[in-house]
């Protein structure tokens, strides 16, 4: 069949067309790390907006783990917390994504960048599923790192153990030694990851090594995890031990709000 010359043309001009709409604006294969549009280094654009605030001040945290294609009920948080005015900043606590997409991981940030006020996310361990390590990375930055905010110490890392076969790196235990410490300025510290210690996803060779450093580091407050989409839990490994706090889940339309206040710290869930 010979095609006239205007319908080569045609032809030509629609494949430029596809070609050109899937490579830079819309994802186009499961496989896809990046678009045009990916914002990177998300985790210290966030933290870098946070306000001053004087050490020792009241410190209110508002925890939201678990997004995984809840576009709706994410909105939904969104608009709750932008109703308040008591919020200083939002931790995504883990599984941004269900399936290591960029199609989710991009659809979740359109939504949290609508916040008022910063929003810092910890790597989860559907984050971790197909290209999601690489998404978030490019995204978000480093897996384990911390950052300070009115006089506490936040020291965000991956627990996901699982999806490290259980090979003893994860949680990074000589990271977390280094870090869980107390700074000129820092009176406290607060860990975020998403698997909590007592979790089978979670390295049970490293939970009680895990449990005794966090039990044992001096100004230590609380470890605060999701995973579980569940109502909200708060264990001690022993009778001085710290709080572990377990967070429910957007997927079930509910968020923690953290209090720090007078060096002691509460937590109260909250439904939507």
């Known amino acids: 069949m010979v095609l ?8 030509y001009l629609g494949l430029v067309a596809v070609f050109m709409w899937g490579c830079n604006s819309t994802e186009y294969s499961p496989n896809q790390k990046f678009d045009g549009d990916t914002p990177q280094n998300v985790n210290a654009t966030e933290i870098a907006a946070l306000p001053a605030k004087a050490a020792g001040s009241d410190v209110r945290i508002a925890v939201s783990g678990d997004t995984q294609r809840m576009y709706y009920e994410s909105q939904l948080f969104v608009d709750n917390i ?26 979740i940030y359109k939504i949290y960048s609508g916040l008022k006020v910063p929003f810092i996310s910890v790597i989860g361990n559907h984050d971790q599923v197909a290209n999601g390590y690489d998404i978030f990375t490019r ?7 911390t950052f300070n905010y009115a006089g506490i110490k936040f020291v965000c890392h991956d627990s996901n153990s699982r999806e490290h076969n259980f090979d003893g790196t994860i949680p990074d235990m000589n990271w977390l030694k280094k870090n869980l410490n107390l700074e000129q300025g820092i009176d406290h510290i607060i860990a975020f990851s998403h698997v909590p210690p007592t979790d089978a996803d979670f390295d049970q060779n490293l939970s009680k090594p895990y449990e005794e450093l966090f039990n044992t580091t001096p100004g230590m407050l609380a470890s605060i995890h999701s995973h579980q989409h569940q109502p909200d839990v708060i264990f001690r490994t022993s009778d001085a031990g710290i709080p572990f706090i377990i967070t429910n889940a957007i997927v079930n339309r509910a968020f923690t709000i953290i209090d720090i206040k007078n060096g002691k710290l ?7």
């Open 139 to 145: 995204m978000y930055g480093t897996t384990n790192f």
């Open 4 to 11: 006239l010359p205007i319908m080569k043309v045609s032809l």
């Open 266 to 272: 509460s937590a109260q869930a909250v439904t939507f």
């Open 82 to 107: 932008n109703a308040r005015n008591d919020i200083d900043f939002v931790v995504l606590n883990g599984d941004i994504s269900d399936f290591g997409l960029l199609l989710e991981f991009e659809g």
